[in-house]
């Protein structure tokens, strides 16, 4: 146990918690059960001392309420880009084992369903792209739909729509959206199995068919970035990625229909809750158990959605591509223009792990939390399964993006998983009232980023101030073995939801 810990005032004036806290090493610190009764597994931060300073007791409460949930296994974690969210944090992991009365949780997804990043290549040099960046933004921008409930140029039948539920990115590609090895390089190869569209609502249906290859709003964007720094030659040699080329970073979601499908669900659950007695602290963490009727109509559903997301990324990315095409006057092949990886952040998913000695089937709940499989594991892509499964990181606009591999300590310590992103440690309200984005779109202008977005508010919500150092956030992960950094992307050009 260590004694140098830090020290803070909670802004709530509760009890100093760091000085409960049981650090295993300088970024592994835990909640002991004896923290608060009721806890069945000890909670798991995932933090440098610096981040834990910034952490407040509200969202150490919602790590704690989830260690409560029944069937919990191991831990109830938190990744270095925690924060608070609906009920379960916002950079937390959890698993629940259905043979010890686990429950399945909408909270523990979010409303938006496989909120995910794809990170495109090109063959193009900084150089290359520096000329034209301010028309290559305009042209991105006036090609994806962005903002609150935008709507696409590409509008499906229900017949389209069902089989996007149940196909994901494969059904997007034989709509002529992309090339069939596109699917390869995607988690779960862009479609989870047993999505079941008779479980979605006509309301979620309904918002999400005009919806597929927009961006939505809130921290979604398109990004064109350059590598400026690989740190492991080899995981980048097999990534096909080199110092000065520039990639294209695309992070968004489920759109309307995810969120309408967490939105249905969470009232669902919230009978569920007293038709089957489960003690829970907070209503957000509204669940059932796993095998029953109401959790695996929701997971049902939820796969659905997550299949929507993939779909949706990958007709962003296909848009993407042609506008490359169209700036450069040069053809796919000759642009490179190909999908290096896909991985979602808002998802639950059976997965095997190892759990005290034995293999169990849980079922592992990941918001704001990226899969993050190590070497050899059967469900990364041939090509990179001697090394390791991509984990993509996105920065802040302003701050850099990273392209790590699943560590070798992933499975053992966190289920699989590493961080989603560098954190908000501001929230929206307070930065619209403190910011001032034109300002800052002009401060990120002088350092040769350029921002387009439909109203400068949004450029002020999403500073890069109002979040973690993407640095600090990565160093964690990589100091612990979750995953193991391979690469820096800086910033060049975005388009904002």
Known sequence: MSSNKPSFESENNE????????????NIWDIPTSYSSGMRVPGRLFLSKDLLRDLDAETIKQVVNVAKLPGVQKYSMAMP?????????????????PEDGGVISPGGV??????????????????????VLPKL????????????GSKSQFKVNDEELTNAFLNGSKWAIEAGFGVPEDSIFCEAAGAMQGGDPSKVS???????????????????????????????????EAYGIYEGQVCTMIHCGSRGAGHQICTDYLQVMNKAVKKYKISIDDMQLACAPANSEEAQDYYKSMI???????????????????????????DFDSLGLDLLYDVAHN????????????????????KGATRAFPAGHFEIPFKYRDI??????????????????????????????????????????????????????????????????????????????????????????????????????????????
């Not at 880009?81 to 084992?97: E, N, Q, R, S, T």
């Not at 938006?112 to 000329?131: E, F, H, Q, W, Y």
């Not at 249906?205 to 080899?234: A, M, W």
């Not at 007709?315 to 169209?326: A, G, P, Y």
């Open 137 to 148: 933004v305009d042209m991105l921008f006036k090609k994806i739909p962005t903002g609150v």
């Open 110 to 131: 979010g409303f938006d369903i496989n909120c995910g990043v794809r990170l495109m290549k090109t063959s193009l040099t900084k150089a290359d792209v520096d000329p």
């Open 347 to 366: 998802v639950a998913k059976l997965e095997k792990h190892e759990i005290d000695g034995s293999k169990k089937e849980v079922y592992v709940h990941r």
């Open 304 to 330: 659905c959605g997550a299949n929507y997301a993939w779909a949706n990324r990958q007709v962003i990315m296909h848009w993407t591509r042609e506008v490359l095409i169209d700036a450069f006057k040069r």
């Open 202 to 236: 006509i309301k979620s249906r309904r918002r999400g068919r005009p919806q597929f290859g927009t961006l939505g709003s809130g921290n979604h964007f398109v990004e064109i970035q350059y590598i400026d720094k690989i740190y492991d030659e080899k995981a980048a």
């Open 388 to 497: 390791g499964q991509p984990v993509l990181i996105p920065g802040s606009m302003g701050t850099p993006s990273y392209i790590l591999i699943g560590g070798p300590k992933s499975m053992e310590l966190s289920f699989g998983s590493a961080c989603h992103g560098a954190g908000r440690v501001l929230g929206r309200g307070k930065a619209i009232k403190t910011l001032d984005g034109k300002s800052i779109k002009e401060g990120l202008a002088d350092k040769g980023i350029i921002v387009k977005a439909e109203r400068d508010q949004i450029i002020a919500e999403e500073a890069p101030e109002v979040y973690k150092p993407s640095n600090e956030v990565v160093d964690v992960v990589d100091k612990t073995g979750i995953a193991l950094k391979v690469a820096r992307l800086i910033p060049m050009g975005v388009i904002k939801g």
């Open 81 to 97: 880009d925690v924060h608070l969210g609906y009920g379960f944090v916002i950079g937390g992991v959890a698993a629940f084992d």
């Open 15 to 26: 009890t100093d918690f760091s000085e409960k806290l049981i650090s295993q090493d300088e």
